[in-house]
């Protein structure tokens, strides 16, 4: 996992712990929100990412607090909800783009990009994010 969270790190410009921990709930989001056989292909696919997910998989599983849960509450959770989970990591919409990028990149690279494009393909909004 120390690789994928370097490359985010180094190429979106934050700290190693944030972007772990971006990372984590990232893979979090999908474990929870993607084709179930797909997602977990994918994640077994990433080094370290299944223990990754477990240590960050209920940061933010609220929906991001009172304004998350208000957005669940009106249909807009999911990917608006994780936005709002990582803006709360003091990420900005630049740094949120280019993490989501940088993650689907790299699990294209270790589980294959059919796998990766029936993910991203079974949550709703993450298209045009990544």
């Known amino acids: 996992m120390s690789e994928l969270v370097t490359r985010v790190a180094e190429n979106v ?3 190693a ?3 772990e921990k971006a990372v984590g709930m990232i893979l979090g989001f999908l474990q929870r929100e993607a084709a179930e056989g797909p997602v977990a292909q994918m994640i077994e696919a990433i080094p370290g990412a299944p223990e990754l ?3 960050y998989n209920g940061e933010g599983s609220d929906g991001g607090g009172l304004l998350g849960g208000l957005m669940s509450a009106i249909g807009g959770g999911g990917v608006m909800a994780l936005g709002q989970q990582l803006m709360s990591q003091g ?4 740094e949120i783009t280019a993490l989501a990028k940088e993650t689907i990149a790299f699990a294209k690279e270790k589980a294959g990009e059919d796998v990766v494009d029936e993910v991203v393909a079974s949550v709703p909004g993450l298209s045009q994010f990544v």
């Open 13 to 15: 410009g934050i700290e």
């Open 53 to 55: 997910v477990a240590r």
């Open 91 to 94: 990420l900005g919409m630049g």
């Open 17 to 19: 712990a944030t972007a």
